[in-house]
C-alpha cells in the first residue's frame, strides 16, 4: 500500500529534517518516488565593499593594485561587475612595464558558467610588410622615405593596416625613429586615426587623426594633435639628434598605458622616455577603432625601426605575427620598453577568501609561470546556471541509485534529479512529476522509521540558500 509523505523546512538550507511521531514501518524491499517539491531560493547578490574591494596581480614585472567600485550585483547587471573589473584591470597596465605592452585583460563568464580571468597578447612587430603605402619608398625598413607627391601630406605608410590600442583595450606600443630630418618643411608624423589611411581620398594630413606627434624639421619644435588639441599644436620640446650618421636619433612613441594615451620622446636627454612637453595623457573616449598612420610630407626625411603592437581580437594568421616579430634596433643609448612575452610567474589575489569564494574560485589567490593567465573558476556562478538543475538526496536511506558524474562515480542514495519547471530568472522553484517514478530501498527485512532525513543540493554540489518554508511531498510503495 503507497503511503504519502509531506516534509517540511523552514532553514535558510534546503534540508528537510522531519519527525514521524506514528508507527512507519517500511516492509521489505520497498520503493520510495518523489512526488513534488517547491521552494524559494534567496535572490543572491554579490557585495563589493571597502573590505574586499583590493585585487593585486602581478602580469611578470611586480605586483600591481587595483580597486573595484563598491556595489552590489546580482543575475541582473553582473555584466556591469564584469565590465568594472576588466576596465579597471586594463587600466592598470603600464607601458614601462615589458610584460605588459601588447597586453589585454579579459573577464567573462565562460560555457559552463564559470568566471575566467585571463590576458592575451599582440607580439611586438615591425608591420612594415604588412602595409600597402602610397608614394612611399619601404624598400629599406631602415630608411623609409617619400618617394613620390608634391610638397604636401600626400604620402603614408599605413594602409591596411590593422587596429592599435586604445588604452581601454589594454596596453600598447607605436613607435618610429627618426632616421634622417631636414632642415624645412614639415617631415613627417605618427598619428592614430579613426579613419583608415586608404579611406582618406590622398589628404594624409594629420589633423584628420585624433593623436599625432609631428617630427617637423631640426630647426622647430614637435607638434602635436590629441582630443584637447585637435590641429597642429606647438609643444616646447626640439628634436635633440636627426642626422643620417647617429644610431641615438629621437624615437616617436604614441603608448596606450594606464587607460590612457601618452604621447612621448625618446631622446638622448631622456632615453627613457618623456612625455611630450604640452601634451597630458588623455582617455580615448571616441566609439571607434583607432587605425595607426605614418604621414610624410618632405621626401628628404627618413623613419625607421617602426614598432607596433596591434588589438588582438582582429583575425590575423599566426605566421603573421611570426613573419613581421620585430626586434628592436634603436642604437645604444636610448631605452624604450621592448615586450617581454615568454612564460613567467603570474599570479592574481583576491582580497579576501569569501569574495574569491562568491565568484567560484575556492581560493583566493592562483599563480602559473605561463605567457598569458588564464585563471578558471573552480565553481560556476549560481545564478549564471541556465540548467537549473537540483539533487535530492536522502541522508538516512539506502537506494539503488547511482551517481555518474565525474568527481562522484559511484553508488549514491539520489531520490531524484530535478529541474525547475517555473520562470528559471523568478526565485520560486516548483517540481511536480507527473509521472512518478519508484527507486527500491535496500531493504531486505522490515524497516522501522521514526525520522526521515534529505537535503537538496545545486549540481555542482553547493548548498541552496532558500528563503521562508519548503516543502516536499514523497511515496512510499
Wanted: glycine share 6%.
Amino acid at each position: 500500500m503507497v503511503k504519502l509523505i509531506r516534509l517540511k523546512s523552514d532553514q535558510d538550507k534546503l534540508y528537510f529534517n522531519n519527525n514521524i511521531q506514528s508507527d512507519l514501518v517500511l516492509e521489505p524491499n520497498s520503493k520510495i518516488a518523489l512526488q513534488n517539491i517547491s521552494f524559494k531560493k534567496t535572490v543572491e547578490n554579490i557585495t563589493v565593499d571597502s573590505t574586499n574591494k583590493k585585487i593585486v596581480y602581478d602580469n611578470g614585472d611586480g605586483d600591481t593594485t587595483i580597486n573595484l567600485t563598491e556595489s552590489t550585483y546580482d543575475n541582473t547587471d553582473f555584466e556591469v561587475f564584469l565590465s568594472d573589473m576588466k576596465n579597471k584591470l586594463n587600466q592598470s597596465l603600464n607601458s614601462t612595464n615589458r610584460s605588459d605592452i601588447g597586453t589585454e585583460f579579459n573577464v567573462k563568464i565562460n560555457s559552463s558558467n564559470k568566471m575566467v580571468v585571463e590576458t592575451q597578447y599582440s607580439l611586438q612587430i615591425n608591420p612594415t610588410n604588412r602595409f600597402t603605402t602610397v608614394n612611399v619608398d619601404k624598400s629599406d625598413p631602415t630608411a623609409i622615405f617619400k618617394n613620390g607627391g608634391g610638397s604636401a601630406w600626400d604620402a603614408n605608410i599605413s594602409s591596411n593596416s590593422l587596429l592599435a590600442f586604445d588604452g581601454k583595450n589594454g596596453c600598447g606600443i607605436f613607435r618610429a625613429q627618426i632616421g634622417f630630418l631636414g632642415a624645412a618643411g614639415f617631415g613627417f608624423y605618427i598619428g592614430l586615426s579613426e579613419t583608415e589611411p586608404q579611406d582618406m581620398a590622398g589628404d594624409f594630413s594629420p589633423n584628420n587623426c585624433q593623436f599625432v606627434i609631428n617630427a617637423e624639421h631640426s630647426g622647430t619644435v614637435y607638434r602635436f594633435v590629441d582630443p584637447g588639441n585637435t590641429t597642429l599644436t606647438n609643444s616646447t620640446l626640439t628634436p635633440e639628434t636627426v642626422t643620417q650618421t647617429d644610431p641615438d636619433n629621437d624615437i616617436l612613441a604614441i603608448e596606450a598605458s594606464e587607460g590612457k594615451i601618452e604621447l612621448k620622446i625618446y631622446n638622448a636627454s631622456n632615453p627613457a622616455g618623456i612625455i611630450l612637453p604640452g601634451t597630458v595623457p588623455r582617455e580615448y573616449l571616441g566609439g571607434k577603432p583607432l587605425y595607426p598612420i605614418i604621414g610624410i610630407y618632405n621626401n628628404d626625411c627618413h623613419i625607421k625601426d617602426i614598432d607596433y603592437t596591434y588589438f588582438k581580437d582582429i583575425s590575423d594568421s599566426l605566421s603573421t605575427e611570426i613573419d613581421n616579430k620585430h626586434v628592436q634596433l634603436v642604437g645604444t643609448t636610448l631605452t624604450p620598453p621592448s615586450q617581454y612575452s615568454g612564460p613567467q610567474l603570474k599570479s592574481f589575489n583576491f582580497e579576501t577568501a569569501a569574495f574569491a569564494r562568491s565568484l567560484g574560485y575556492t581560493f583566493r589567490f592562483y599563480d602559473d609561470i605561463v605567457s598569458t593567465m588564464n585563471f578558471i573558476a573552480d565553481n560556476s556562478v549560481r545564478f549564471f546556471d541556465d540548467t537549473e538543475c537540483y539533487l535530492v538526496e536522502a541522508l538516512n536511506l539506502q537506494f539503488k541509485s547511482y551517481d555518474g558524474s565525474k568527481g562522484q562515480e559511484k553508488r549514491r542514495n539520489l531520490l531524484a534529479v530535478i529541474q525547475n519547471i517555473r520562470d528559471r530568472t523568478a526565485p520560486d522553484v516548483l517540481f511536480d512529476s507527473n509521472s512518478v517514478i519508484y527507486i527500491d530501498i535496500n531493504n531486505a527485512h522490515p524497516l522501522p522509521l521514526r525520522n526521515l532525513q534529505f537535503r537538496i543540493l545545486d549540481s555542482d554540489e553547493g548548498e541552496v540558500a532558500v528563503d521562508g518554508s519548503s516543502n516536499m511531498t514523497i511515496l512510499i510503495d
